[in-house]
């Protein structure tokens, strides 16, 4: 995900630049009738599907026990996934902002393969590795494990998915930081978990929250990898956006979009509370921009 | 050629020029001299139609340009930073100009070709036509710039701090070359600049800013030798200014009293009195005329010999030749008489001035204490 | 600023071990272990399996799809980073950070979405109708929703170019008689081009592997409107792993040859504005 640049219109542009007042209006206005189309319909109809029978059956949908068992399994996964990757990116933005060594690009172009990837994809490896004919597959159903088509498989994929995420924006934070300060601190005898905690931690505060931020948003909403390596079963093999899938396939229409509702608001929520980082601390989390 | 009457610019709250009047002339090449946050820049883009003044008016040749687009007005423009189009060659960027022009008025390839040949070799860049900006040094780089802007023979030659970003070495020869450059082309032109040596060395009449408005405008010989304002006198060259107590016709500084009869109906008023270094006559005690001071500090400067003094409670520099220097044996602690050859007086907060030149012998002169 | 790198820190050992074991488990052991089992099929199985008539045709309209797509952003991306970034008009802030909502939103809510608006019954669907266009299960309807999916990527590597933009190139255009549209053409577009070949690129690789935004609004009609990574799916359901691994390679080679264009955009895009 792009850091979105919180940009201030060009005050100054001098009338000697400037286009007529009809051609930027025109423009404007295009630009406004392209998102509005392309953005602000469909966000609209989510809410403006969900409630098409009126509350009672808005919040009937949300109730319904499978419902709370994809808003569960949505939660826990989440809850793993998300602290998982904050421990690799943080580790893997120390080694690479802080050290050089052989083979870092190879390393941080490894780091970017979740996202050139298809999510159907990411989900196919996983199912290649521990599925029924995947290579360890005979090994783990004779030792009664179950991956693919349960939790664990789910957990697996939501990581892969999300782990460049925190990595990616704390590593050129931390890059142009430098080793100042940690350094300064060895020399006073600070040893390493004090270090990170005292002297890194706060300077990348803001940029780590950032990153926990995106990372947590595409945790709950991936759908594609999940997909393929869940077993679709209701109640307990589904997080929200594949309950969706269900709801819709079953013309369940009101259900559908009543969830991704909830799904929809926690994209809104996350939009504020990312612009908010970025207007407030734009300099702590703008040096991943300068991709 | 080029008249500016009463333009007032403002930015927000910021008044940038106010109530600035100018004429120039054709053929002429006019220096806008001042500090940074003058209105030079300012009042250069007005004249360019890149900014457009609040109230006042811009009249080329008598037609009313005040809010000509710059498209229009067939001004060349050179920017301090070069502005060359980084994904054309020189070529292209020279030709720019010829190549936008639509149908009508636009000249043959053969032509187009044959003018940025031309200017190519008048700035000295034949060979360079296929590279591109990036490929070429900052002095060449601005050399483009110019024959860029002069490939649309343009009316007027506006440069606003052209050398600013080049190196001391290169900006004087290019200095130089513009000055034949323009003699050549007896094009007018202005150029803003924050360095005297420039504006003096360059133009034929220099324009002196401060804070948006127009100090003094002349010669360079004018300007230098007769400064009309406090402001003017500071910025030229090195100047002693002095705090001056005004009475009855005669201006005291501490030990030197020098007539000063225009104020003679003044009584007991603060002034600043502005000498050059370069005015002062120094003589030993018993030799020659003056007020006594102290020598602090002697400083030896290639062919000159700069010597602090003091003078009363005052601290005054005095710049001498070697040779004058090596008569006088100067040494700190020495006292020796001081007198100027020519100083100049402002009542405090006053515009007008008066003169005092000495006259050549100093016997003549009265009131030494 | 970044100061030389220290062998001073301490940690270097563990942080590098565990992030080279965590790449190694989440993403080297599964990729590897997906071309293995593409290397294993044998030639003739691979091919019959990654290009079967129905799967070429799924290439087709996943390729195309997204290369329509991303043509389409790369215009309205350019048109909507000039109005945020040159224009100020109430509410700028807030169409600037919603920019970001495909980015956020997740893939199956907008698929929902878009098959409700562009469905027959649906608010866009009832307009087109009458006018014999059909969005929803055509693969029309697969470019509008790759089209939402590459939205923010042209905007958002143009605008920050846009931003940086100096006024001076188009000031000296002006002095030189060029008029707004020459300046555009001439000056402008050529600065951000790099960017927005970039854009274009993201937009082009998001909309080719995109699932979950497509497969509501696609017919999924084999043949017809059949996206790849829904094949993949269908193979995988089907249990036939061989052919989910064969196509899978296939758009693997194509996400990495993409990559590499991407990045050597992005070096063209640095070394070719130095100076000047």
Sequence with gaps: MATAITTAAVPNRQRALSEPLWVKFGLIGLALAFLGLFLLLPLLSVFGEALAKGFDAYFRALADEDAQSAIRLTLIVAVIAVPLNVVFGVTAAWCVAKFEFPGKSILISLIDVPFSVSPVISGLIYVLLFGLQGWLGPWLSGHDVKIIFAVPGIVLATVFVTFPFVARELIPLMEEQGTDEEEAAVVLGASGLVLFWKVTLPNIKWGLLYGVLLCNARAMGEFGAVSVVSGHVRGLTNTMPLHVEILYNEYNYVAAFAIASVLAMLALVTLAAKSLLEWRFSKEIAASARH | MIDVRNVRKTFGGFTALNDVSLHIAEGELVALLGPSGSGKTTLLRILAGLEFPNSGSVLFDGGDTTHVSARERQVGFVFQHYALFRHMTVFDNVAFGLRVRDRASRPSKKEIAERVNHLLSMVQLEGVAERYPSQLSGGQRQRVALARALAIEPRVLLLDEPFGALDARVRKELRRWLRRLHDELKITGVFVTHDQEEALEVADRVVVMSQGRIEQVGTPTEIYDHPATPFVYQFLGNVNALDCRIHNGQAVIGALTLPAPAYAGVTDATGVAFVRPHDLLLSRPGEGGGAPAVVRHVTVLGPLVRIELTLGDQVIEAETTRQRHAELQLAPGQRILIWPRQARFFLQDSWEGTSFIAEDDLSKTSAIR | ?276
């Design chain 3, 1 to 276: 600023m970044a100061s030389a790198k220290s062998t001073v820190l301490p940690g270097f050992g563990p942080t590098l071990g565990y992030t080279v074991f965590y790449l190694g488990l989440i993403v080297l052991i599964p990729l590897a272990a997906l071309f293995l089992r593409a290397a294993g099929l044998g030639w003739d199985q691979f091919v019959s399996a990654a290009f079967s008539p129905r799967v070429l045709a799924s290439y087709r309209l996943s390729f195309g799809g997204a290369l329509v797509a991303a043509s389409i952003n790369a215009v309205t991306g350019l048109l909507v980073a000039w109005v945020l970034v040159r224009y100020d008009f109430p509410g700028r802030k807030l169409v600037d950070a919603v920019v970001d909502l495909p980015f956020a939103l997740p893939t199956a809510v907008a698929g929902i979405a878009l098959t409700a608006i562009y469905a027959p019954n649906g608010v866009m669907g009832k307009l087109l109708t009458p006018l014999g266009i059909k969005v929803a299960f055509t693969p029309l309807g697969v470019v509008v929703a790759m089209v939402f999916i590459g939205l923010p990527f042209v905007v958002r590597t143009v605008q920050p170019v846009l931003q940086d933009l100096e006024a001076e190139h188009e000031e000296a255009a002006v002095s030189l008689g060029a008029s707004r549209l020459q300046v555009f053409v001439m000056i402008i577009l050529p600065a951000i081009f790099p960017a927005l070949l970039t854009g274009f690129a993201l937009a082009f690789a998001r909309a080719l592997g995109e699932y979950g935004s497509v497969i509501f609004i696609a017919g999924n009609m084999p043949g017809i409107s059949e996206i790849t990574p829904l094949l993949i799916v269908t193979k995988l359901e089907q249990y036939d792993y061989a052919g989910a691994t064969a196509i899978a390679a296939v758009m693997l080679v194509a996400a990495f040859i993409l990559l590499v264009v991407i990045n050597t955009l992005q070096k063209w895009r640095r070394a070719r504005f130095a100076g000047a």
